[in-house]
């Protein structure tokens, strides 16, 4: 059974100045950096994001692995999402079953979990991560569950992952015949040649699938320019315009539109962020 995002998988050419990009950009300090892991051609660390998620960030230089073939074909950028299961064997039977395979066609015993990769030769421009804790896991730390993340804006959780693709209908089909994952929420906007629908999750937050036919509009020139994948993350924030005029103070550029701010992939390691205010 499907339990929720644990984390999102960044791929960063340098972890240390990618993860300063956060903290200037939008006061997430990155923590618990390691050089231990990817048979020690690689660096990690973690940025919390609340719903007892997080941003991993890694910097591998493997010519052979996963993470540095993205980086050589797509540069930096958002490369994976993490979903956490209770039974990770049944779900990669369920897999094997439809003829969906994941990487060497085995679980691996990791540091972080049992895990199991799906690439994306089966999915809209992404990999998704199947993982079931065991005793050497990570996890949120409990001090952390519902303080704020962000030290300089009033940001307090994950709200959604950006994922653009050519073709909603397949996508989604895709993620409910793999995953079990139901899309809802679908929306459609004729004026901006642009339709969407959320996959969401139990630790509050959510997939959002973005299909546009605007090639002028960001998921459009990112469809363009990178194909499909995973192109922002949207996070909650308390006060829009607090945090605007926070961004104003630091230099940092944005959009600001209504009830959302954007800081673009020129500020950011080869993704976008949005702060969002849902009122309740």
Partial sequence: MILRVQHIGMVVRDLHDACRSFERA??????????????????????LLGNECWLHLVQNWNPESRVNRFLRERGEGLEHICIE???????????RQIGVGVWEDRILDANDGY??????????????????????SWY?????????????????????????????????????QYFGLVAQDFAADERLAMRKAHIHFDNRCS????????????AG????????????????????????????????????GGLKALVGPDQLPGMAAELIHEPS
């Fill in 26 to 47: 939008l006061g997430l300090p990155a923590r618990d950096f390691r050089d231990d892991q990817g048979q020690g051609m690689q660096l990690d660390a973690r940025i």
């Fill in 85 to 95: 299961t209770d039974d990770i064997e049944a779900d990669v039977a369920h897999l």
């Fill in 115 to 136: 895990e199991a990769f799906v690439f994306p030769d089966k999915l809209p421009g992404l990999t998704v991560e199947l993982i079931q804790s065991h005793e050497r």
């Fill in 140 to 176: 949120y730390p409990p001090e952390a569950v519902g303080e704020p993340v962000s030290n300089s804006l009033k940001v307090s959780s994950l709200n959604h992952i950006g994922l653009c693709v050519h073709d909603l209908d397949d996508a989604c089909r895709r993620f409910e």
């Fill in 207 to 218: 997939l959002q699938i973005v299909e546009s036919r605007n090639p002028a509009s960001r």
């Fill in 221 to 256: 020139r990112f469809l363009r320019e990178r194909g499909e994948g995973l192109d922002h993350i949207a996070l909650h924030t308390g006060d829009v315009g607090s945090d605007a005029a926070r961004l104003r103070e630091r230099g940092i550029p944005h959009e600001l």
